[in-house]
């Protein structure tokens, strides 16, 4: 199977707290479907459910009115399962912020698209 | 193979169940905190005040031992396990976790924290090493 013809499914969620759960049983049942131990799905579900939280938490910048979507795709490949987090989180820049060490950090908007985090996890 | 997009707009309410009880036998008491649901970023901060309470009333004298049943708790987060290693380290061998399911032992075993904490199969075991 070609990887253009993997399945995948994508989910969008705001990124907020409450919504951490639906990120969780989305990743745990791709992991039973693709035949993870529970062990392994355990620690799969620990990782991205500490990623998609660190959207939540920093995501924001300095405006906490501002609404985020997280988008979850998760590819079912011949030998790994690939997830990918995609956030419309501020971009950070460790540059920027030296420079207004005491002052407000103004980061520039990413892409939405820009991808957050990938991580593939292989084996059945 | 085409992909599919779903979009949810509504937020599943289940959360975190926790309570603190007492068991005694004579005048020995333990603390037994029994936590149910999930401890995430929308319920670690209820999750620690609660374990601060019985945190509290262990090193107050109030109780022998606090004893952390996990039996219902279906996910913890870094955070949630940061607060119990901190419980673990203010109350030490007064701390033990019970009724621990497999994939937060797993969880514990991948973080290095299995050999650190006092772990009893069922609530009754802890209350009873505690108690005897």
């Known amino acids: 199977m070609s990887e253009q013809d993997d399945a995948y499914v994508t989910i969008c969620i705001p990124a907020t707290a409450g919504f951490m759960r639906v990120v969780r049983e989305a990743i745990q049942q791709a992991a039973e479907d693709f035949g993870f131990s529970e062990d392994d799905g355990a620690q799969i579900v620990m990782a991205v459910d500490e990623a998609s939280t660190n959207v939540v938490q920093h995501g924001k910048g300095e405006d906490p009115e501002h609404h985020l979507k997280l988008y979850l795709r998760v590819v079912f490949s011949k030998d790994r399962l690939i997830v990918e987090l995609v956030d419309e989180a501020q971009r950070f820049s460790p540059a920027r912020k030296q420079r207004t060490d005491r002052g407000r950090i103004s980061g520039q908007r990413q892409d939405p698209r820009d991808r957050a985090v990938g991580h593939s996890y292989s084996g059945r | 193979?085409?992909?599919?997009?779903?979009?949810?707009?509504?937020?599943?309410?289940?959360?975190?169940?926790?309570?603190?009880?007492?068991?005694?036998?004579?005048?020995?008491?333990?603390?037994?905190?029994?936590?149910?649901?999930?401890?995430?970023?929308?319920?670690?901060?209820?999750?620690?005040?609660?374990?601060?309470?019985?945190?509290?009333?262990?090193?107050?004298?109030?109780?022998?031992?606090?004893?952390?049943?996990?039996?219902?708790?279906?996910?913890?987060?870094?955070?949630?396990?940061?607060?119990?290693?901190?419980?673990?380290?203010?109350?030490?061998?007064r701390l033990a976790l019970a009724s621990v399911p497999d994939s937060i032992v797993q969880i514990a075993k991948l973080l290095g924290l299995d050999g650190h904490l006092n772990i009893f199969d069922t609530v009754d075991e802890a209350v009873n090493d505690f108690l005897e």
């Open chain 2, 1 to 93: 193979m085409a992909g599919s997009t779903i979009v949810l707009v509504s937020e599943q309410m289940k959360r975190l169940n926790i309570s603190l009880e007492q068991r005694k036998s004579g005048e020995a008491r333990v603390t037994v905190l029994l936590a149910g649901g999930f401890v995430d970023v929308s319920t670690e901060d209820e999750f620690s005040t609660r374990m601060d309470k019985g945190v509290q009333q262990v090193l107050e004298g109030h109780s022998a031992a606090l004893i952390l049943s996990l039996k219902d708790l279906s996910y913890i987060n870094s955070t949630g396990l940061a607060v119990v290693v901190d419980a673990n380290r203010q109350l030490a061998e």
